[in-house]
């Protein structure tokens, strides 16, 4: 810690050299006049600063050099500045928003109350319509018809960039936030990373919403194409189904994302239109899977068409007359990443301030904030999330009485989409979907999470070195972690000691039906609680010929399986050469 607090000091140093320089550049306002591209600016004229080449002699600010770079004024930002500040407010009742922000709304000619769509009607979710959004619309500030594309790409940013905030810097006071709270949301509190306008101030969390693909936006709004401050327009993208809160939604047994994150449209809708930048961080949906192995496993009469979990696919048009097999009515879920930093560092058993300072090192010094803000507790990673299946009613969940199949996938797209053989995520992902199906149609629940975790959380180019590694020097199941761990510097990444916070999330207390032989995915549900009655390893006609080295490698080092392996036969078992 006294390491952080050298940091945070130096850090605090360089912040109050750039106030006096902000001072500095706000007292030259009032001398500029007009600059070398013609228009009248509040602003500093950016071309009375010469770039001085080699050899060549200052001269006054007011006339440019002979070889100095004359560069243009931008148009001033059309969003109006307005007042920011904590939530007072909210901080003492989790109450309205709306007071705190009277400057912002008058801007917007909102005053009170909710925008409106073109047809008069109140937006819910206090956005503007669609038609405003599309001409660059959908956050505080006035319209700004975007025909003008080089125009746009220029502004929407302040003139001064803003590196890190510090807890006791002047206007600084978070929304409160208490994780684990409740007995509901407004107790706890929302999830505000955002740095739109007044927002800056008041963040709780550090980060950006989406995850790694917060780089995309990023990239959209660099090229013009959206607006800094866009806020998405909520209206009728709630949950079509309930996942209801749970005991495991309070405490510390969910860490690693917002158990609340589905409910922002409904929860925070007030202060959402009063200009609280909380968004979803979870997305429910219900959709049709389908899969050619499940075709061809209703057809072998695995399970029925019983046309409520089961339906019969529609016939194709350009194939009349052909069986197009059968599909799975499922409930699913989308979750963020959104960590409760003294929780995780618990569940992983270092401490918050190791943890901070690795997360800060090693994503280049993204987050200076992790080191600069201690206060803040809430993280949103630049990573992939997961995705939750569900056949049969979400709402027995949380009944230990009613049989429940789970399989824990973490992904593989070489296998998953592509149908590699290398190792058998696929079959083992399409036993587990089959059994979640047989288990929902006698009165159960399946359940299917899909961990974005590709090559064991290591990266799919780490994974193909290591099969490179794998296939030179005769690939032997013997040798299958090591040659993860020589290149990787691990054999695995995937820390399975948050998995368990999705089940907590759901509401389950038993597991009847594990289809997973992890050792670590097991130890780390039965650590947090969950009762689990049967473990199901992958069926032996299943696995594919050279993802034999994987798995018999897997049970040499714990894996749960009814087969029993010597030092011998895992020596013995090899996989394929690149040219069979």
């Known amino acids: 810690m006294a390491e952080l607090q050298q940091v945070l000091e130096l850090l605090k140093k360089l912040d109050t050299r750039q106030e006096e320089l902000a001072a500095q550049v706000e007292s030259l306002k009032s001398s500029s006049s007009k600059c070398s591209c013609g228009q009248s600016h509040s602003h500093p004229n ?15 600010p007011s006339t440019p050099a002979a070889g100095t770079e004359t560069i243009p004024c931008p148009p001033l930002p059309a969003s109006p500045r307005s007042n920011s500040g904590g939530v007072e407010a909210l901080r003492i009742s989790r109450g309205s928003f709306t007071s705190l922000l009277p400057s912002a709304l008058n801007n917007l000619g909102l005053g009170t109350s909710p925008p409106s769509n073109s047809n008069g009607t109140s937006t819910p979710y206090g956005n503007l319509s669609l038609e405003a959004a599309s001409h660059g619309a959908g956050a505080p500030g006035p319209l700004s018809p975007s025909d003008d594309k080089d125009k746009d790409k220029k502004k929407g940013y302040p003139n001064r960039v803003v590196l890190t905030t510090y807890p006791s810097q002047a206007g600084i006071n978070p ?86 994150g589905a409910m922002s449209q409904e929860i925070w809708a007030k202060e959402y239109a009063d200009g609280l930048d909380v968004r979803p961080t979870i997305s429910q949906t219900k959709a049709h899977i389908k899969i050619e192995e499940l075709d061809v496993l209703a057809r072998k009469g695995e399970f029925p068409v019983d046309g409520d979990i089961v339906i019969k696919s529609p016939e194709l048009a350009a194939f009349p007359g052909v069986d197009q097999g059968i599909e799975v009515n499922t409930y699913k879920a989308a979750v963020d990443p959104v960590w409760y930093l003294p929780g995780v560092a618990a569940r992983l058993g270092i401490d918050e301030s190791i943890l901070r300072r690795a997360l800060f090192e090693d994503t280049g010094g993204m987050y200076p904030e992790l080191l600069t803000r201690p206060d803040i507790k809430i993280f949103l990673p630049p990573i992939g999330g997961m995705t939750i299946y569900i056949m049969g009613d979400p709402a027995k969940l949380q009944d230990p009485n009613v049989e429940i199949t789970c399989r824990p996938h973490d992904s593989c797209s070489g296998s998953d989409v592509f149908g590699s053989d290398i190792c058998t995520c696929r ?6 979907i089959s059994e979640a199906i047989k288990c929902a149609q006698r009165g159960g629940v399946g359940v299917i999470v899909y961990f974005q975790k590709e090559g064991r959380a290591l990266g799919e180019v780490t994974k193909y070195m290591v099969y490179n590694r794998r296939k030179r020097g005769g690939d032997s199941a013997a040798e299958y ?10 054999k695995d990444a995937r820390h399975q000691a948050l998995m368990p916070d999705v089940l907590h999330f759901l509401g389950i207390k038993k597991i009847t039906n594990l289809i997973s032989m992890s050792n670590m995915k097991y130890d780390a ?24 080295v994987e798995i018999d490698a897997k049970i ?20 394929r050469d690149w040219g069979e």
């Open 46 to 60: 950016p071309s009375t600063y010469p770039i001085h080449l080699a050899g060549s002699t200052p001269s006054s």
């Open 427 to 432: 079959p083992y992902l399409i036993f587990g």
């Open 525 to 548: 549900i039965v650590g947090s609680g969950i009762e689990v009655i049967n473990r199901y390893e992958i069926p032996e006609e299943l696995i594919p010929a050279d993802g034999r």
């Open 481 to 490: 972690f090591n040659n993860t761990e020589v290149v990787a510097g691990v």
């Open 175 to 260: 929304v409160p936030i208490n994780w684990g709270a409740g007995p509901t949301a407004r107790e706890r509190g929302p999830v505000v990373c955002s740095r739109i306008k007044q927002n800056l101030l008041i963040r709780n969390s550090i980060g950006a919403h989406s995850g790694s693909y917060s780089i995309y936006r990023a990239l959209s709004i660099a090229m013009g194409q959206l607006r800094p401050d866009w806020r998405p327009d909520l209206t009728n993208t709630h949950p079509p189904f309930v996942l209801p809160p749970t005991e495991g939604w309070f405490g510390n047994k969910i860490v690693s994302f917002d158990p609340w």
């Open 556 to 575: 040499q080092s714990g894996y749960f399986s009814k087969k029993e392996l010597t030092d011998e036969k895992v020596k013995a078992t090899k996989g």
